[in-house]
């Protein structure tokens, strides 16, 4: 795309919707404007004071930052950006130049200097990607994520129907406050939202985010089946499974380099990654990894592991009762709500086979008793629902 059209770009920022929006970037000689996608000005980046740095895989994007636009980070992958007649000269493109030299230095450097070390990369690749992805993984700060969490969950909530976290939160915190005190490691600060949503579903975004439909808690018999779900969901968030996921499928270059230390690229592909994190179908061993860490964090808040089993057992039921009553448009609803959990966590039965044979010996009774506060939430999640009863209509 010619620089006179404006370039595809990206533009992080918090009073935008999400803090992140799509469009184009403007060269002029007064400054760079970023024009959103609905056609309205974002931001204008005056030269003067102009910062131009490269991130994201393989360096292949430029960030765009000035002093006097505190907040704002504009970036675009397209190198006509370096063309453009109006920063023939500029300081920034200057600064550019400097520090890919210097950057080539270092990766010698790295290169000659870890020879023995990139080989012992090669052959762990060769062992197992998964092991290199949690290794890589690791290295994204704990606040990248989170940030990264909470950019998703912007994204999620656009249209959605959000209990007010004011009520949500005092009436969950008796039910996750157990969970959270048990956690092995304070990487994460554990947030939980509810929506309303009448399909049986919950999900976990990196950096401690939590998301439950209101038709799950509604469903549940039991706090230990809400909390059962919950150490799941929470095991998927310590586990890092949404960014091992990204990892993953990034490839090599990106995973060695966060191995390096530098996480940039991983942070830059985690950045586009909202969709895919959002409807994260996890692979089955990172549901039997939530299941098993789900449920060793249970029993240390002395939560009655039995609820997590439970709950899927009645979800199977569910889909095997509604399946019967398919005529009926309604009951037809419910049951692609229940597919909806099951269909991101499959392999229900053979989970819950092993999840039995792990609770054989567990004893039955000396477990929290948290009904009461399950009982309340339950009642204000019914009260929600009936107050705000089509999820679905515009606003
Ligand atoms: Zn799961």
Redesign the pocket.
């Known amino acids: 795309m010619a620089v006179a059209d404006g370039l595809p770009a990206h533009a992080y920022h918090a009073s935008l919707p999400g803090g992140r929006a799509s469009g184009i970037l403007r060269v002029y000689d007064h400054g760079l404007v970023f024009v959103r996608g609905d056609g309205s000005i974002g931001v204008t980046l005056p030269l003067q004071g102009l910062e131009i740095k490269r991130g994201g895989a393989s360096n292949r994007l430029f960030f765009c930052t000035h002093a006097a636009c505190p907040g704002w980070q504009v970036y675009t992958a397209d190198p006509a950006l370096l063309a453009a007649p109006a920063l023939a000269n500029h300081a920034a493109l200057r600064a550019l130049g400097l520090q890919r030299q210097q950057q080539h230095l270092h990766f010698w450097g790295l290169t000659f200097g870890g020879l023995a070390a990139l080989a012992g990369l090669l052959f762990l690749l060769w062992v197992s990607l998964d092991g290199l992805s949690t290794l890589a993984a690791r290295n994204v700060p704990p606040d990248m994520e989170a940030r990264l969490g909470e950019t998703v969950l912007g994204q999620y909530k656009i249209g959605k129907d959000l209990m007010d976290d004011k009520v949500a939160l005092p009436l969950l915190k008796p039910l996750t406050a157990p969970l959270a005190a048990a956690l092995s490691e304070k990487r994460y600060t554990l947030r939980f939202h509810i929506v309303n949503d009448p399909a049986i579903n919950a999900f976990a975004l990196p950096g401690g985010y939590m998301v439950i439909n209101s038709g799950l808690i509604l469903r549940a018999r039991h706090a230990s089946e809400l909390q059962g779900v919950l150490g799941?969901?929470i095991a998927?968030v310590t586990e890092q499974h949404g960014v091992r996921a990204v990892i993953r499928s990034t490839g090599l270059f990106v995973v060695a380099q966060a191995l390096l230390g530098d996480a940039s690229g991983v942070v830059a592909v985690l950045a586009n990654a909202g969709p895919l994190l959002i409807n994260q179908a996890?692979s089955r061993d990172f549901?039997r990894e939530?299941d098993a860490e789900g449920l060793a964090l249970l029993k240390r808040a002395r939560v009655d592991p039995r609820g997590m089993v439970a709950f899927f057992r009645t979800m199977l039921e569910e889909e095997k009762k509604q399946m019967a009553k398919i005529p009926d448009a309604n009951a037809r609803k419910v049951m692609e709500a229940s597919r909806a959990f099951l269909g991101?966590?499959p392999d229900t039965p053979e989970r819950i086979a092993n999840l039995e044979k792990k609770l054989a010996n567990e004893p039955r009774a000396g477990w929290r008793d948290d009904e009461a506060a399950f009982r309340a939430l339950q009642a204000e999640v019914r009260r929600f629902v009936s107050e705000n009863r089509d999820p679905g209509a515009a606003p």
Do not use: D, I, N
């Open positions: 799941h969901e998927h996890y549901e939530a991101t966590h």
